[in-house]
T-cell receptor, first 115, second 116 residues
Framework: GAVVSQHPSWVICKSGTSVKIECRSL??????MFWYRQFPKQSLMLMAT?????????EQGVEKDKFLINHASLTLSTLTVTSAHPEDSSFYIC???????????FGAGTRLSVL | DQQVKQNSPSLSVQEGRISILNCDYT??????FLWYKKYPAEGPTFLIS?????DKNEDGRFTVFLNKSAKHLSLHIVPSQPGDSAVYFC???????????????FGKGTHLIIQP
């Protein structure tokens, strides 16, 4: 199956700092990547859709100025959590779509803890 | 409001028996459904999917059934093996007519435990 790499897997940072998370499709080109967030005992919730070369589309309630998404190439999308606060602590996970547009392949996720 | 629901947080099944995981959805616009399997500290792994124009899709030990009128789908695993122990997520999306992909709406997951 298609491989999606996400880095880092775990990050701890102080309140007010910015954190960048990378999502790479390793063996396929992904015109579309997605960013999800999961709080404890909740389901994965879509945050935004990232299309290569264009602006990301954010879901309702997700602040685009806080969660900056860049999809500069067909294999890389980045999510930057700006001025992170403890309430941003969560599990962030990306996915990428390859040949079959209906099947998303997921990275391993990033556990963000903001102190 | 939860559009995709997995009402069983956990399920315990004996090795060799059939595991049946259930999923209900409320949005009748969904027309593509997927099952993912997740181990701790790993991302979800795609298992099997089904389009709304079908009522069954089979792949090896895994079969997904879709009942559109009931807005219900189920994943059958037979025979169940110890390596099947994981959290299983049901997901749904809308298929765009002009191409492109949409984000998935996930259920909360069911933790399947296969007992030896």
């Amino acid at each position: 199956g298609a491989v999606v790499s996400q880095h880092p897997s775990w990050v701890i940072c102080k309140s007010g700092t910015s954190v960048k998370i990378e999502c790479r499709s390793l063996d396929f080109q992904a015109t579309t990547m997605f960013w999800y967030r999961q709080f404890p005992k909740q389901s994965l919730m879509l945050m935004a859709t990232s299309n290569e070369g264009s602006k990301a589309t954010y879901e309702q309630g997700v602040e685009k100025d806080k969660f900056l998404i860049n999809h500069a190439s067909l294999t890389l999308s980045t999510l930057t959590v700006t001025s992170a606060h403890p309430e941003d602590s969560s599990f962030y996970i990306c996915s990428a779509v390859g040949g079959d547009e209906n099947i998303q392949y997921f990275g391993a996720g990033t556990r963000l803890s903001v102190l | 409001d939860q559009q995709v629901k997995q009402n069983s947080p956990s399920l315990s099944v004996q090795e060799g028996r059939i595991s049946i995981l259930n999923c209900d959805y409320t949005n009748s616009m969904f027309d593509y459904f997927l099952w993912y399997k997740k181990y701790p500290a790993e991302g979800p792994t795609f298992l099997i999917s089904i389009s709304s124009i079908k009522d069954k899709n089979e792949d090896g030990r895994f079969t997904v059934f879709l009942n559109k009128s009931a807005k219900h789908l189920s994943l059958h695993i037979v025979p169940s093996q110890p390596g099947d122990s994981a959290v299983y997520f049901c997901a749904a999306c809308l298929v765009r007519g002009g191409g492109g992909a949409d984000g998935l709406t996930f259920g909360k997951g069911t933790h399947l435990i296969i007992q030896p």
